[in-house]
């Protein structure tokens, strides 16, 4: 089976209801992304930083996969498929994909401040589980989210990295490709990759490769590729 790599982003999840980052009217235009999503942010008011993420978890059980999420993960019938992606929600192991990398972790767990890249101290969270300070983890150390904020390292990307360099095809959907070192992933393609990217507003797409751009939403995006990768158009 020929291999396929998806990089996805906030694009991906926004026909679901959850706001993208960079938008207009983006999480970023709310909040105050160093306040809120950077390792200064949490040691400066760890309390802010945990209801934030309390808050985007709980919205977990009132969204649904869309059909792009879905489309994702029926190629795995036809295509050695590997999800790598910047969300932080569940919505790709929700629609049914099985090999997923989070590059920037997960709101569904929790680990040590201490500690947080050790996988003895990741604990699952149910979606309507809060985080409270004087939560313990394993290390008796403030029990934290499993994000990786700005500021910190991004231990998944190697895996990540390898994914795409043996990719055949590689599908982005929905990432502005402004966040290093995820948006330098595109580099690790080899020169014979097949390379799409769907964005309604394509941006940042490196001009060293041939990209072939679908710039629709990620369900209509998704659904012709869909046909093209499974010769049902
Ligand atoms: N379908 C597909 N793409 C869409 C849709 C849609 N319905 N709506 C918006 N988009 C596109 C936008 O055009 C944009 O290119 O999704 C992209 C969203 O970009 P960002 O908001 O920057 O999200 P993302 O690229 O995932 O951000 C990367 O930044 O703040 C950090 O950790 C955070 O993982 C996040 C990272």
Redesign the pocket.
Known sequence: MKKLVFLT????S??SGIT????SG???EQYP?EAV?SIQGYYRDPELVINFYNERRRQLSTVQPND?HRLVATLEKFYDCCVVT???DNLHERAGSHRIIH??GELTKATSTENPNDPSQVVMLAEDQDIRIGDKANDGSQLRPFI?W?GEAVPMIEPAAEAVSEADIVVV???????YP?AGLLGYARRDAVVYL??????NVPGYLPVHIIA????E?MQELYEELTHKG
Do not use: Y
């Not at 982003?9 to 991906?12: P, Y």
């Not at 993208?20 to 938008?23: E, Y």
């Not at 769907?198 to 941006?203: A, G, H």
């Open positions: 982003g906030a694009g991906i926004a026909e993208t980052f960079r938008d983006g999480l970023w992304v999503a792009a910047q969300n932080v590059l920037h990786v700005f959907i929905g990432t502005s490709l402004n966040v995820a769907i964005d309604p507003s394509p941006n629709k939403k990620a369900t995006g």
